[in-house]
Every structure is written in structure tokens, then in C-alpha cells.
């Protein structure tokens, strides 16, 4: 069992310090994953709070099948496809990584790296949803295709051909606007 599984057995000794470790670890990915999904950031705080609240009310039991992280995804997930389907809404997120930097000065650096972060968010946020949803959970929340796929309830097929179509959409919408894109 993970650390994460253990904080969780904890809370559900009795302990609330479990609980609050695990919303202190995993809120800010969750809420950044979830507003890829219902493209607004205070209903993705609020899918996170809901969330939180159904672990602490409903003490669903994790048994283990997958890894925690996933298996908490998991369930937001379903509460944002739960507030899709009430709302009928749809998505957007961030992303922000490795774009190529030319030998500059430290602060002329950081100020390019920030531009080209600001120009990676601007890219992400112009890709098919599914898109940026299987990059975000691949590269930020570093989980591999069987628990995207278990997340967002596809075969793991098809979230390896996502991933590819994703990547391939991501260059291209980099490169339109002069950025060279690097795979990792």
C-alpha cells in the first residue's frame, strides 16, 4: 500500500490528518485537470471541494486495483462528468513545459521561459479537450496510459493513439507559431 493509501487508511481510522494531507498533496493538479474538463476554474475548485467532501462523507473503500492517485481521479472525474451532464459544459486547462531556450542571460531566460510557458498555455487552451486532458495527466500528473485510461474510461488503445494525435495537434499549434517543440 502507497503512502498515499496509508494517509487514507489513516483517515479512516479516525485520523482527519490523513484526509487533510491527501487534500493538501493532490488539490492543485486535481482542480487544473478538472478545469480541462469543464472549461471554468472556480467550477473545477468546487468539483474538487465536491470531491473532497464525498471522501470525507461517503469513505468510499480504495481497494487497491489501481494506484491511489488514479483512483481518486477517478472519482473526480465522474463528479465533473456529473456536473457536464447537469450543465452541459465543456473545457479547458494549463500546461506548461520544455520549449527550446537560446544562451542568454539568466533574467533575459527566465523572462523567455515565462513567455513561452504564457505561449504553451495559449497553445493547450486552443486543443480538442481530450487532448489536453491526456497531456495534462501524462506529463503533470505523471501517470502512464493504464490510468489515464482508467481515469477517462477508455481502452488503453485508444488513449496511446489519443496521446499520439494529441502530441502531433500540440506540435503543430506550437510550430504555427514559431515555437520549436521538444518531446520528453
Same mark, same amino acid.
Given at each position: 500500500m502507497g503512502n498515499d493509501a496509508e494517509r487514507y487508511r489513516r483517515f479512516l481510522d479516525g485520523d482527519d490528518n490523513g484526509l487533510i494531507e491527501i487534500?493538501?498533496?493532490?488539490?492543485? $493538479? *486535481? /482542480?487544473l485537470y478538472l478545469n480541462s474538463i469543464v472549461n471554468n476554474m472556480c467550477l473545477a475548485d468546487d468539483i474538487v471541494q465536491e470531491t473532497f467532501v464525498k471522501l470525507a462523507i461517503k469513505k468510499p473503500p480504495f481497494r487497491g486495483k489501481c494506484s491511489f492517485k488514479t483512483w481518486l481521479f477517478t472519482i =473526480?472525474?465522474?463528479c465533473a462528468v456529473d456536473h457536464l451532464r447537469k450543465d452541459q459544459k465543456i473545457s479547458d &486547462? /494549463? &500546461?506548461?513545459?520544455h520549449l527550446v531556450i537560446s544562451d @542568454?542571460?539568466?533574467?533575459?531566460?527566465?523572462y523567455f521561459k515565462e513567455e513561452q510557458k504564457?505561449?504553451? !498555455?495559449? =497553445?493547450m487552451k486552443r486543443l480538442n479537450?481530450?487532448?489536453?486532458?491526456? &497531456? !495534462?495527466? *501524462?506529463?503533470?500528473e505523471d501517470l502512464d496510459t493504464s490510468d489515464i485510461a482508467r481515469i477517462m474510461h477508455k481502452a488503453k488503445?485508444? @488513449?496511446s493513439d489519443l496521446i499520439f494525435r494529441a502530441r502531433k495537434s500540440l506540435r503543430s499549434e &506550437?510550430?504555427?507559431? $514559431?515555437?520549436?517543440y521538444e518531446r520528453y
Open positions: 487534500i493538501d498533496e493532490y488539490h492543485e $493538479g *486535481m /482542480s =473526480a472525474r465522474n &486547462l /494549463s &500546461l506548461d513545459e @542568454v542571460t539568466d533574467t533575459e531566460k527566465e504564457k505561449e504553451l !498555455y495559449r =497553445a479537450p481530450e487532448y489536453y486532458q491526456v &497531456l !495534462y495527466l *501524462m506529463y503533470f488503445r485508444q @488513449v &506550437l510550430e504555427r507559431k $514559431g515555437f520549436i
